[in-house]
């Protein structure tokens, strides 16, 4: 069955360049989320969908940070200007109803910026 | 703000034990809880949820416990085996703000011995 799918599995970039991560959703999903996970650390909250709505943003780090859901499926969370501190695993998950039910997470994509 | 904390950071067990992983929080104002499980280079893979107004969720060897005046859930597996081995997650939903992100903790690193 198609679960949540994140691509790259890996990125590596150098420090300044711009980066883009894709998240795809369950088929069906309503709501969609993007965290970050540092290593050794638990996910933390980036930004949350609803449908194509920007609903919540408050965890972006800076405004270097953007993602959008324009058509209410696939997300893209994109990194201008990347910094050394922007090495993590950033997970997307997704879940059907927009305030209950398990979140469905994907195996994320590990940035590297050198 | 709501803070998630778990104990221990890491644990080691022959196989066959029971154990006990325990999570806190403490704002116990929490929509639901969930337990997840997260293998190295992968994303989390939900194990249990448990609604505010539950007390506990089983699922197979698998028992949540939560009670939530008090801020804390536990995790039982009975039985473990090896292929218990894995680093096990507890997340909090909080009523208000953001309509769902999860709070993290830092995790359990579980190692089941053969």
């Not at chain 2, 992983?21 to 929509?31: E, G, Q, R, V």
Request: aromatic share 8%; net charge positive; with cysteine.
């Amino acid at each position: 069955g198609a679960g949540v799918s994140q691509s790259p599995r890996y990125k590596v970039a150098k420090r300044g360049q711009d980066v883009a991560l894709r998240c795809d959703p369950i088929s069906g999903h309503v709501s969609l989320f993007w965290y970050q996970q540092a290593l050794g650390q638990g996910p933390e909250f980036l930004t949350y969908f609803q449908n194509e709505a920007q609903l919540d943003k408050s965890g972006l780090p800076s405004d270097r940070f953007f993602a959008e859901r324009p058509e209410g499926s696939v997300s893209t969370l994109k990194i201008q200007r990347t910094q050394q501190e922007d090495s993590a695993v950033y997970l997307c998950a997704s879940s059907l109803l927009p305030t209950a039910g398990p979140q469905h997470f994907g195996d994320g994509t590990r940035l590297s910026i050198l | 703000k709501q803070e998630v904390t778990q104990i221990p950071a890491a644990l080691s067990v022959p196989e066959g034990e029971n154990l006990v992983l325990n999570c806190s929080f403490t704002d116990s104002a929490i929509y639901n809880l969930q337990w997840f499980r997260q293998d190295p280079g992968k994303g989390l893979t939900s194990l249990l949820l448990i609604q505010s107004s539950q007390r506990e969720q089983t699922s197979g060897r698998l028992n949540a416990s939560l009670d939530k005046s008090s801020g804390r859930s536990t995790l039982y597996i009975a039985a473990s085996q090896p292929g218990d081995s894995a680093t096990y997650l507890c997340a909090v939903r909080n009523y208000g703000g953001s309509q769902g992100n999860l709070i993290f903790g830092k995790g359990t690193k579980l190692s089941v011995k053969p």
